[in-house]
């Protein structure tokens, strides 16, 4: 009648709280990460291309419109837009012109700002949605590290991942960084096991990565050279090929496996063909509206591109072999980066650096991070074939034989490797956002402080677990502004202006912190308040009330005033001479033509009692010619402002790190603008 009970086997209960251990470890790293990330995100305004790409998913679902900023990957713009399907804010009409001219940027201003829509509840909508990929890529992190170094390996790789500035700002944001680094980690992972073991499961997870990643960015391009690489290692090693679909199977020629591999290759060339099409509704015209030649694709004025490239594009135009708005998104991006100035330690330069990303890398990264690596690098030696702390079973890729760690992390390498090589030679150096994806893959490389934790003695643990500590309190010590953070061995976020600035400092997010600001610090508005901002929000939607300078974009009204003791809040890339009417140090140019036009300013507003002097000003020269010598004027007089400001010891205050206060009073302003000047180049910087 009864059944017998019968004692657990002798273990059993230890391991299945081990197991839950690490369940529950993992999950509240997770949660800190999303508490961190989401929390953060919601004190910070909408960054510089955010509401481009919120404009755009919500134009694509809204309107089937394809048209408008391709130049980027449409994943995180269609994904994060899912929930304003069922918000479903006001869109500006079709009758638009900013619509019709596929002016992005501006139509994403009327969207936030112009059609009475919410802009804060809009961005928590869509923030929300992107730290899903961020949530997936600390999962990724965990189980391939766990797969390398056991249980413990896959803890400090994740708790490395969830306290990182970067993957917390850019986890919380809708921009295409944490998309493309959860798809090329992905991808990557996927790979690898596939070409050791092929089954059902791993041929659809290697599609689906695939998928997701073709449609992140054009740096997917960079999967090519890494399927190649990752390939030979594979057929030079000899190693076995176990084929699971249907009888199981060992293939161990050479020649047997590059057939394989071929195969392999051309199914996911076809589907990522046609998830492309997919995205594009399998139509290869980007207008939803053809018929209309008014609603096109924005024009645009492009460097020249390699001549295969535009053959290729050619050819792809005339047979409809990619749709036209991938086409045109893919020409764009490929032929501006040349245009872009960049900033770097105090240099500048058009088209950049090749030491730009190593010299971001040094100043963005933590400290305690380096160290840990270095650490785990040099402890690899001491290594097992095997990972400790996990049993073979686990560690071991298919196969007769338990495979060296050292192989089995050469996608790792390789990732590393092959993503660093390609980010130096990139003319594009407006930000450390770009070699993001280079950073989960070390975080897993990270895990082998786990064999080194456990092969040396107490004092080498401390230290470890020191450093990791260390490296847990950055992020607490910065919140919420993770996007700003700079390494303590280059004077920390506070001297971050005078290394990076664009997206690595000040990408246009710190409205609501100038607001409070001025609550405290400018009540009623008592002293005069002048701002010069580098961001896409309306300072109007905050009641910051402000003479405005010159900013980017230049949306302003432009009006005649006098710079007057006073307030002065610049942001951090206009005052480094990025994205300003005067690119690089102030030169002898500029000056002269600072001179000239303030002297035109000066004869015209002297005439402004006397109405025959003024007059026969006009007879000379029309009104138009005037307006436009008094905003060259403005123009140059804050580019001389700004110069003049590099060379002060520091701000007086600022703003989240990106926007530099200054209480400046009338001997200063003199100095600045009437003085002689503090850099003076002898030529402007040259395109």
Known sequence: MFRRMTAPAPGHSSRWRARWSVVAAVVALLVFYVGMALS????????????????????????????????????VKRWATLPLLLSKPAFPPVTDADWRAGRAYRLAFKFFFEHGNDPRDLLHQCRAMVLVFGVATGLLVFFWSRDLFGNRGGLISLTLFVSSSSMLVFGAMVSTEMTVC???????????????????????????????????????????????????????????????????RWFRSRSAQAGIFAGLFLLHGLFGWGAVWAHYDFRYLASPRPAYPEIALLSHRHDPIDPTVVKFLAWSRQTHFLPEAYLHGTEWILGSNERQA?????????????????????????????LLLLFSLVGWWGLRRVSPGAPASANALPGPSVEPLYYRAV????????????????????????????????????GALAAVWSQRGQFAQSGIALLLAWHVSGPIAIY????????????????????????SLDWGMDLPGLKRWLDVNNPGDRSPFFFAYFGVESPDYYKIKSRRLPGEPDW????AFPLSPGIYAISATLLQ??????????????????????KNVEIYSQTADHPRRRAALLKQHPLS???????????????????????????????????????????????????????????????
């Open 40 to 75: 953060a995100s919601w004190q910070k305004g909408m960054s510089f291309d955010e509401g481009l790409q919120i404009a755009t998913g919500y134009n694509i679902w809204l309107r089937n419109d394809l048209r408008i900023e391709a130049a980027n990957g449409d994943l």
């Open 182 to 248: 959860c798809a090329l980690l992905g991808s990557v992972w996927c790979l690898w096991r596939l070409l050791h073991c092929v089954t059902w499961g791993r041929v659809l997870g290697s599609l689906v990565f695939l998928g997701l990643l073709l449609l992140s960015k054009l740096s997917c391009v960079l999967i090519l050279p890494l399927t190649a690489l990752l390939v030979a290692v594979k057929l030079a090693g000899g190693r076995p090929l176990e084929w699971r679909l249907g009888s199981p």
């Open 342 to 370: 960049a900033f770097m330690g105090g240099q500048w330069r058009f088209g950049g650096w090749r030491t730009f990303f190593p010299y971001a890398m040094w100043v963005k990264t933590p400290p305690a991070f380096i």
């Open 411 to 446: 996608p790792l390498f390789a990732l590393v490797a092959i993503y660093f090589a390609v980010a130096i030679t990139w003319d594009l150096n407006i930000g450390f956002r770009h070699v993001l994806p280079l950073y989960p893959a070390a975080y897993v490389l990270a």
């Open 480 to 503: 919420p502004h993770y996007l700003t953070y700079f390494s303590p061995v280059v004077g920390g976020p506070v001297q971050g202006y005078r290394h990076l600035v664009d997206s």
């Open 556 to 559: 302003r009204v432009v009006d």
């Open 577 to 598: 001479g990025v994205a300003s009417p005067v690119v690089g140090s102030w030169s002898k140019l500029a000056e002269a033509d600072y001179q000239h036009s303030w």
């Open 625 to 687: 010619f005037w307006e436009a010598e008094y905003r060259t004027y403005e123009k140059l007089r804050f580019c001389r402002l700004c110069a003049w400001l590099r060379h002060q010891p520091r701000p007086d205050d600022s703003v989240g790190h990106s926007i530099l206060l200054w209480r400046l009073d009338a001997a200063q302003l003199a100095a600045a603008l009437i003085g002689p000047p503090v850099e003076l180049a002898d030529a402007p910087l040259r395109r």
